[in-house]
């Protein structure tokens, strides 16, 4: 969600942070600021809106060679200037990510000394706290220390002390934080783009750690206790975090997806025989847990490997999940799926699980992400890092992983089939949707049936085409349409139908004929077995057949569809209103 980014070294620290925070506006913001000193002084500029805007107020001649910076996704008040970070009090300015379960008693405490607030958040009373303590202690350390005591919540800080000027001071308790090495400075950041431009080395802080940057980054446990960390190498590079020629990431994505897949081919399939994919023999039940787009991965997957075995597979969201008794029967494995393998609602479930001495498998993107620590098994995707905030690769690989998950009870894996995959998605997206989504995109509403596998796409569709486009859009099972949602259509309604199966295929026809009949225009979407002609669809894209997989192939116009529509719409495809690319509160 929010993006925070603090930068010490012999670099203008101001470039370093405005450039910190473009490379994260992909995590969702709503306004922005830096704070740094320049001659003796902390300087402070914050702006509603864009980065960009916060540039533009920022003077051309500034230079400091120390500073923080954040993007900011209101919580606790609404998007303003007063309400962005850094804030300040006393001797203290600092950024926040998270919530402060406990900010109101401690917002009480502080206004009995007669303390005037000047925003409506929750991080301007952790500025107040750490100042009053700060009077207190003389030492920031000690300081710090106080938080994880103190603070009641989720949070990453960086903190300028007034009276340490060439120090900046970080802490993370479930919130992320790296600190970032390089040969001209340290950083702290929210994730590894922020940092990728000046280095690819970087350390990972664990809850309540506590990092001071100076002339080199020191860490502390909860105790106070210096300790040491592994320095780690991100494999990506500052390029494959920018958009290359691409008119958006998210367009970039959608074409990194074959490129993906035929990564994973080679990781994971060798001789027509699987490596490095957890045995889940000894299991009878499995639990997969996410949350959105992982969801519907997730959901994918209980159709694969419940076709292939003899599991039962539940699917849920994370966070309801985390409120219904989960029972340990000995023959369970919870599957936590997350792409940036810190959405705080999937951890707390993972967390729950492990509390009954449950096995843990995770399907991450993220290297050394919280639930990839914290879980038993882990199968990384390898996505690279993915900058659009509607997941697109991410989700291709996550729907893969699971389907290599379920061929270990195939006989036989047709690993031909799996090989040709990577250029059947690059064929489809080649192919232009443009014409399609000018049929559609000034609708108010629009649905997406299916049946089995398909209607878990629709899910996807759907949510991409909402998100993306802020189009009206639901997904709905094909033979519940006459349970009551299809009083909804009306003459022109468009609907987007999947058929790839068929033993599905004679139903959902009848079902597409019943909104044909009611004046829906209809866009069928159907495996080129199963392709026919007929008078119930007003537009068809024909995949071509893959007998190992077709959701991929399926997932192609799904998000190319979205993508056009959006651009049709004037959209902010990278950045959709209100939404986060990793929620983490």
């Not at 864009?50 to 107020?57: D, T």
């Not at 209101?74 to 926040?96: M, Q, R, Y």
């Not at 206004?111 to 030492?139: C, H, P, Q």
């Not at 023999?281 to 490997?305: M, P, Q």
């Amino acid at each position: 969600m929010c993006g925070i980014v603090g930068y010490i070294g012999s670099y203008n620290a101001v470039s370093v942070l405005i450039e910190g925070l473009k490379a994260l506006e992909y995590r969702g913001y709503d306004s922005s600021g830096v704070a740094f000193i320049e001659n003796n002084n902390i300087e402070i500029y914050k702006k509603c809106g864009k980065v960009n805007v916060l540039e533009e107020s920022i003077p051309k001649e500034v230079c400091s060679n120390i500073g923080i910076g954040h993007t900011r996704w209101a919580t606790h008040g609404g998007p303003s200037d007063k309400n962005s970070h850094p804030h300040k009090v006393g001797k203290i300015t600092l950024v926040h990510n998270g919530i402060i379960d406990n900010y109101l008693v401690l917002k009480n405490e502080i206004l009995k000394s007669g303390y005037v607030f000047n925003s409506d958040t929750d991080t301007e009373v952790v500025a107040a706290m750490l100042n009053t303590w700060y009077k207190e202690e003389k030492d920031m350390l000690k300081v710090m220390l106080r938080c994880k005591k103190e603070l009641k919540g989720s949070y990453a800080l960086g903190v300028i002390c007034e009276d340490e000027q060439n120090k900046i001071y970080g802490i993370r308790n479930e919130s992320p934080l790296i600190v970032g090495v390089a040969e001209d400075g340290l950083f702290i950041a929210s994730d590894v783009p922020a940092i990728l431009k000046y280095t690819n080395k970087y350390q990972i802080l664990e809850n309540n750690d506590i990092v001071v940057l100076n002339e080199k980054a020191t860490i502390y446990n909860k105790d106070g206790i210096e300790i040491k960390k592994d320095i780690l190498t991100f494999e990506g590079n500052y390029e494959s975090a920018t958009k290359g020629g691409y008119e958006h990431f998210m367009l970039k994505e959608i074409n990194e997806q074959p490129s993906v897949i035929k990564k994973l081919i080679e990781m994971y399939i060798d001789s027509d025989k699987l490596k490095e994919i957890p045995d889940l023999s000894k299991y009878e039940d499995i639990d997969i847990v996410a949350c959105g787009s992982a969801y519907h991965a997730g959901l994918v997957g209980k159709y694969y490997l419940e076709r292939n075995s003899n599991l039962r597979v539940n699917v849920d969201i994370a966070s309801e999940y985390v409120y219904r008794p989960i029972r340990n029967s000995g023959k369970k494995l919870v599957i936590i799926i997350s792409q940036s393998g810190e959405t705080a609602d999937t951890l707390a479930c993972l967390r729950s699980a492990k509390q009954e001495k449950l096995p843990i498998l995770s399907i991450v993107n993220v290297v050394g992400s919280s639930i990839a620590r914290e879980s038993d098994m882990v199968i990384y995707t390898n996505a690279g890092p993915e900058i659009a905030v509607a997941t697109t690769k991410a989700f291709c690989a996550q729907v893969f992983i699971l389907y290599l998950l379920s061929l270990q009870y195939e006989k036989q894996i047709l690993t031909n089939e799996i090989k040709k995959i990577p250029d059947l998605i690059n064929e489809q997206v080649k192919t232009s949707f443009t014409k399609l989504a000018e049929t559609i995109y000034k609708h108010d509403h629009l649905f997406f049936i299916g049946r089995s596998i398909d209607y878990a796409m629709c899910m996807e569709g759907s949510l991409k085409l909402k998100e993306c486009s802020y189009l009206h859009s639901e997904s709905y099972p094909a033979g519940e349409l006459k349970h009551g949602t299809i009083s909804l259509i009306d003459e022109g309604t468009p609907v987007i139908a999947l058929i790839t199966e068929s033993y599905t295929a004679p139903k959902t026809i009848g079902s597409i004929k019943e909104v044909k009949a009611r004046g829906a225009y209809v866009i069928l979407i159907v495996t080129a077995d199963l392709d026919e002609e007929g008078d119930y669809y007003d537009q068809r894209i024909v995949i071509p057949k893959n007998k190992a997989i077709d959701a991929l192939t399926v997932l192609m116009p799904l998000q190319l569809i979205a993508y056009e529509v959006a651009k049709l719409r004037n959209c902010d495809i990278d950045k959709p209103k209100n939404l986060a690319k990793s929620v983490t509160v």
